[in-house]
């Protein structure tokens, strides 16, 4: 199983749909979790971090779900800028070592 | 804002070349990292380091070498360039080891080995 994992999509929505990804991560003693931002032949950059609490910045909400090891990104009203690879950022259990997914492909259409 | 600058945006090498690539962080982070992004396997660690002259390998650090002299500045070195190193590498730094230290990224080097 790899550490981390998430639907390579694409996921193709519209402009101001809801669209939600998940990552699931195989190493219960994880504590630090980022979304990541990556748009075409570009940097990645930082999103959100997700707190055990869940968090909400704007139209973006994050959630941790520690039972099921998953961790989720919520994506309200779409707008054509959201078009990006999204990239789940787990910690390697108990260091400090950060693991990227492969990324979640978003397509926003008008 | 965290600056991550690096060197080179594109590189064209031939096999067998050495080669550097350079990256310097004006946030006075502690941690620095070099990583290479190829489709379908998304980023890679290739080596890393916590502090000045030090540096511990990723996760495929064959073929690659580090330097870090002075805090803001961590160089990757291909000692031997191989066409399989051509990819995009990102280097990136971060403020402190520990939890929720979160990764700032240079704008990349794409890298061709011809």
């Known amino acids: 199983r790899k550490e981390v994992e998430q639907d390579p999509g694409p996921f193709n929505v519209p402009e101001g749909a809801t669209v939600a990804f998940n990552c699931t991560y195989s190493?219960?003693?994880?504590?630090?979790f980022f979304w990541y931002r990556q748009d075409c032949r570009k940097e990645p950059k930082l999103l959100m971090s997700v707190y055990s609490s869940g968090n909400e910045d704007g139209r973006f909400t994050a959630q941790l779900n520690r039972a099921s090891q998953y961790i989720s990104l919520l994506i309200r009203d779409s707008k054509l800028s959201d078009s990006a690879t999204y990239l789940c950022?787990?910690?390697?259990?108990?260091?400090?070592?950060?693991?990227f997914g492969t990324g979640t492909r978003l397509q926003v259409f008008p | 804002d965290v600056k991550v600058t690096q060197s080179s945006r594109y590189l064209v090498k031939r096999t067998g070349e050495k080669v550097f690539l350079e990256c310097v962080q004006d946030?006075?982070?502690?941690?620095m990292f070099w990583y290479r992004q190829d489709p379908g396997l998304g980023l890679r660690l290739i080596y890393f380091s916590y502090d000045v002259k030090m540096k511990e390998k990723g996760d495929i650090p064959e073929g690659y070498s580090v330097s870090r002299e002075k805090k803001e500045r961590f160089s990757l070195i291909l000692e031997s360039a191989s066409t399989n190193q051509t990819s995009m590498y990102l280097c990136a730094s971060s403020f402190a080891r520990g939890y929720n230290s979160p990764l700032h990224f240079g704008n990349g080097t794409r890298l061709t080995v011809t």
């Open positions: 950022v787990v910690n390697m259990g108990n260091t400090d070592k950060l693991i």
């Open positions: 946030m006075d982070h502690e941690n």
């Open positions: 190493n219960s003693a994880s504590q630090s």
